[in-house]
């Protein structure tokens, strides 16, 4: 049990477009999510967290309008990324927890975006 | 906010030697510290975990011990073998549930 998936695993957009990637608890219900943002042979660098039914957390430095997320659902997290530029490009992960205390996390299998 | 440091960045070691990856912490009130492998272009997956309770936890080939003391908690990997080789992180969570996690370690088993 405990699978996350993440969609699409893989998009290519022009500069200037907005990108939609979808996060989701297979299996269990996800108090918790995040989004992690991770750049070639680095680390992963949290983002923001994600609560169902309340406003995320960013963290410092990461761009509340750039970065939207939503957490409709205890099964379901997005995150947009607005009016990307090639700089965006990365590889984005998003992980997910099934209860209030601290437990494990379940990655997704990561969203690569390239931006033209 | 919490900063975790990690080293070696890269490690090499022959067959059947023994690995160790070294992780600090700054935020004292951390108290959960998973460590998570990842290959190539994959996700990351939790390969061994401990909480602040406890100072050791081992697991058949892997083991991970934790100073709070010193706020520094180790990874152990014994009898490596080739398909050990990956990127491994290590994390800090506080008790807000955020997770921090380290810069990683890209380990090479040689055959």
């Known amino acids: 049990g405990a699978v996350v998936s993440q969609h699409p695993s893989w998009v290519i957009c022009k500069s200037g477009t907005s990108v939609k990637i979808e996060c989701r608890s297979l299996?269990?219900?996800?108090?918790?999510m995040f989004w992690y943002r991770q750049f070639p042979k680095q680390s992963l660098m949290l983002m923001a967290t994600?609560?169902?039914?309340?406003?995320?957390?960013?963290e410092q430095g990461v761009e509340k309008d750039k970065f939207l997320i939503n957490h409709a659902s205890l099964t379901l997290s997005t995150l947009t990324v607005t009016s990307a530029h090639p700089e965006d490009s990365s590889f984005y992960i998003c992980?997910?927890?099934?209860?209030?205390?601290?437990?494990?996390?379940?990655f997704g299998p990561g969203t690569r975006l390239l931006v033209l | 906010g919490e900063n975790v440091e990690q080293h070696p960045s890269t490690l090499s070691v022959q067959e059947g030697d023994s690995a160790v990856i070294k992780c600090t912490y700054s935020d004292s009130a951390s108290n959960y510290f998973p460590w998570y492998k990842q290959e190539l272009g994959k996700r990351p997956q939790l390969i061994i975990d401990?909480?602040?309770?406890?100072g050791e936890k081992k697991d058949q080939r892997i083991a991970v011990t934790l100073n709070k003391t010193a706020k520094h908690f180790s990874l152990h990997i014994t009898e490596t073998q080739p398909e050990d080789s990956a990127v491994y992180f290590c994390?800090?969570?506080?008790?807000?549930?955020?997770?921090?996690f380290g810069t990683g370690t890209s380990l090479t088993v040689i055959p």
């Open positions: 401990i909480r602040s309770n406890v």
């Open positions: 299996d269990f219900q996800a108090t918790t």
């Open positions: 994600s609560n169902e039914g309340s406003k995320a957390t960013y």
């Open positions: 992980s997910a927890t099934r209860g209030t205390s601290q437990e494990t996390q379940y």
């Open positions: 994390a800090a969570s506080t008790p807000g549930n955020q997770f921090y």
